[in-house]
């Protein structure tokens, strides 16, 4: 089989514009290879620059809400002290109450005690003075 030098050279012809069309898709597919890394590579730092700011944004909310837990549960805890603090005012004013009632009780029975006593001592003076007299009376 004796190929002619023309079928050599259209050979020769069709491999190299096979070769410059591969490398020419090879050109192109490596532009449009390094032209989506670019954009992916956007879209990444895109993505968490958002990312970034959400869990910023997360953060601050937090702080927000526990600063906001934080003085509802101080205010909350104000109101349930000066309930207390009223509270044990108010039983402490009944309990003095009660203590002064029963001081006057006690002061009322010392003195229907002392006026008993004191009745008693004159009773048995008068009869003491009676009986010293009618021994007198009797003697003499």
Known sequence: MVISRADQIQRAR???NWNNFV????????????????????TV??????????VEDVEKDYKVELSRIRDSKAKQIEEER?????????EQENYEKQFEKMRER???RVENYKKT?????????????????????RQG
């Open 23 to 42: 490398k020419q898709r090879r050109q192109e597919q490596a532009t449009e290879i390094s032209s989506l890394e670019d954009d992916h590579k956007k």
């Open 117 to 137: 006593n004191d009745e008693n001592i004159q009773r048995m003076h008068e009869k003491y003075q009676a009986a010293l007299d009618d021994m007198k009376a």
């Open 82 to 90: 000066k309930t207390n603090e009223q509270t044990l005012r108010s």
């Open 106 to 108: 006690e002061r009322q």
């Open 14 to 16: 069709e491999e190299e």
């Open 45 to 54: 730092e895109s993505l968490s620059a958002t990312y970034k700011k959400q």
